[in-house]
């Protein structure tokens, strides 16, 4: 099956059954006889699904009449089609033939001088795409109302945000410091010649100069190293956990952050907490491969009496379910499969998540809120709603260079420092008779 078939069958799977490109692509790239052409159709699937709704723009101007449903798979050649045109740099005629070409595979011939009108009928009047672009929507390929949200969040860092999604996020390692000091696996890298770098902020980070399989960069199989975005790298630091603290972590599939509290601190007592088992599987296989111990639980942190022993804990981690508007830039079929009612609902389980887990934290102890979201809903607005309705909650200053402060915590922005958008509350449960 060529590249762009592949493609093609994947993209139609995303855009027309709702199923995200983490779900579909891995299995899809495995099954590749031709292994060389595995990084082609990543590109091609990131790439249309990253400007899909530039690339649907262009498609619909030149069309006369919308596909039908059970033609996807033609609308998605034609996506594809415009992307190699407008983003890479592949000989243009080839592309276009190619492209053509798949009509044949799909078994719908029909659609040949469908795909190559549209295609060339672009090619003759590219310059359309300035007219397009006089549309928001258009020129950042963001559904209207999450540019609505962006733009009202942050008036004046909206350009950036969006920019920043639409740009591919390099790989971030994480060395696991209990097996290798960053700096030594650093040195190792180089010494394969494989370009990498350190970041600010997150001191066992290293960024990879180029995408490529982690799988086979040296120690793997050892437990080295994780792959973690370094606005990730900063929850345990901030969990400031101490040897023999009972610490919850209540969203904790894959594990990575659970793993790399361990990681800074062995001699806790980690409870790894997570509601989907299949997804508590990938905990198990991380702790494994890093060496680490947790207690693995399969429970819903909103209803603790399920699985809880009574043991208050001295820390908790909640990286809550959220609407993932800081990680665009590694999915970027969250801006197809997102939709606006979601938020709400979201913002809403993740106050009840709080609400339950308040009454696992000691007196004293402390409750690290996290998200992967650049919107104050799910964010500063949660934490100041939270603060203001739960006597003794209050607010543990955040003292960092990173991100900004903001109302309640503090707010990455997405490519800030090169991180992902990301937002930290720390919240103190007050001991009795505390001052606030
Ligand atoms: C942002 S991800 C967590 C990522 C993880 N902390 C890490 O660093 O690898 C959110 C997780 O919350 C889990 N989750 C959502 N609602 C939950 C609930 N009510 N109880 C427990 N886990 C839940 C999801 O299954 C998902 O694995």
Same mark, same amino acid.
């Given at each position: 099956m060529s590249a762009r078939l592949t493609a093609t069958k994947i993209l139609s799977e995303v855009l *027309?059954?709702?199923?995200s490109l983490s779900a579909v692509l891995p299995a899809a790239l495995l099954s590749m006889?031709?292994?060389? !052409?595995r990084p082609l159709v990543s590109e091609f699937c990131y790439g249309v699904l990253r400007w899909h709704l530039r690339l649907s723009a262009i498609s619909q101007h030149f069309m006369h009449k919308p596909l039908k449903k059970k033609d996807i798979d033609i609308q998605c050649l034609l996506l594809l089609g415009l992307y190699q045109l407008i983003?890479?740099?592949? @000989?243009k005629h080839a592309a276009v033939a190619e492209t053509v070409a798949v009509t044949n595979a799909l078994n719908k011939p029909w659609a040949k001088g469908l795909v190559n009108a549209v295609l060339r009928s672009y090619q003759r009047n590219s310059d359309v795409l300035t007219k397009l672009d006089q549309d928001d929507v258009v020129s950042t390929a963001h559904p209207a109302w999450l540019l609505g949200k962006i733009k009202k969040n942050w008036p004046d860092e909206w350009q950036y945000i969006v920019n920043a999604n639409n740009n591919p996020a390099p790989i971030i390692l994480r060395v696991n410091i209990a097996k290798i000091e960053q700096q030594d696996y650093l040195k190792l890298l180089e010494a394969n010649d494989i370009g990498a770098e350190s970041l600010p902020y997150a001191p066992q980070a290293i960024k990879l100069a180029k995408l490529q399989d982690?799988?086979?960069? @040296?120690g793997f199989d050892q437990g080295w190293f994780s792959v973690q975005d370094s606005a990730a790298q900063l929850a345990a630091p901030l969990l400031d956990v101490q040897p023999g603290m009972r610490v919850l !972590?209540?969203?904790?599939? @894959? *594990?990575g952050k659970s793993c790399h509290i361990l990681e800074c601190e062995p001699g806790v007592e980690l409870v790894s907490l997570d509601h989907d088992e299949d997804r508590t599987r990938r905990i198990h296989e991380n702790l494994l491969r890093l060496g680490l111990n947790a207690q693995v639980l399969v429970g819903d942190a909103a209803q603790p009496?399920?699985?809880? !022993? *009574?043991q208050q804990f001295d820390r908790i981690l909640l990286d809550a379910p959220c609407s993932a508007t800081g990680v665009i830039r590694r999915h970027p079929d969250i801006k197809y499969l997102?939709?606006?009612d979601d938020i709400t609902g979201l913002v809403g389980v993740q106050g009840e998540l709080l609400q339950a887990l308040w009454s696992l934290l000691k007196p004293g102890g402390q409750l690290l809120y996290a998200t992967c979201s650049v919107l104050t809903q799910e964010n500063s607005g949660q934490i100041l709603k939270f603060i203001k309705e739960q006597k003794g909650a209050c607010e543990v200053p955040i003292q960092a260079q990173w991100g900004r402060h903001v109302v309640a915590g503090r707010q990455i922005m997405t *490519?800030?420092?090169?991180? !992902?958008g990301f937002y930290y509350a720390c919240l103190k449960k007050q001991k009795f008779n505390e001052d606030i």
């Open positions: *027309g059954q709702r199923r006889k031709k292994s060389g !052409d983003y890479m740099r592949v @000989p982690v799988t086979a960069l @040296p !972590d209540a969203c904790a599939a @894959p *594990g009496e399920s699985w809880w !022993d *009574g997102r939709q606006a *490519g800030e420092s090169g991180m !992902d």
